[in-house]
């Protein structure tokens, strides 16, 4: 089994800024891709940004040049920094985590999700 664990979510006015943490723990071998995906009430899930295990990372055209994917491998943790934030930014946001664990088992994995509220 593998868990993520998400935290740093809120409320935050236009224009502010949030830092998503989510580490993810368990008998780990390898962690591959990290992503954040967000949902909004009454719309789909969608991708805002990932990082693979080289550091490339890609980002949502809705989120270039306001946030930025980062991972410390070494605490097997994804970071989305989050500045500029405007009222469409709000939405729960979920990791999610691709990897091998031990016994190269194939795993994916969802965070339980943290909700970011932009408004004045």
């Known amino acids: 089994q593998v868990q993520l664990v998400e935290s740093g979510g809120g409320l935050v006015q236009p224009g502010g800024s949030l830092r998503l943490s989510c580490a993810a723990s368990?008998?780990?071998?390898?962690?591959?891709?990290m992503r954040w995906y967000r949902q909004a009430p009454g719309k789909q899930r969608e991708l805002v940004a990932d990082i693979t295990s080289g550091g490339n990372t890609n980002y949502a055209d809705s989120v270039k040049g306001r946030f930025t994917i980062s991972r410390d491998n070494a605490k097997n943790t994804v970071y989305l920094q989050m500045n500029s934030l405007k009222p469409e930014d709000t939405a729960v946001y979920y990791c999610?985590?691709?990897?091998?664990?031990?016994?190269?088992?194939?795993?994916?994995?969802w965070g339980q999700g943290t909700q970011v509220t932009v408004s004045s």
């Open positions: 999610n985590v691709h990897g091998v664990r031990q016994g190269s088992v194939v795993f994916g994995s």
């Open positions: 368990g008998s780990i071998f390898s962690i591959l891709a």
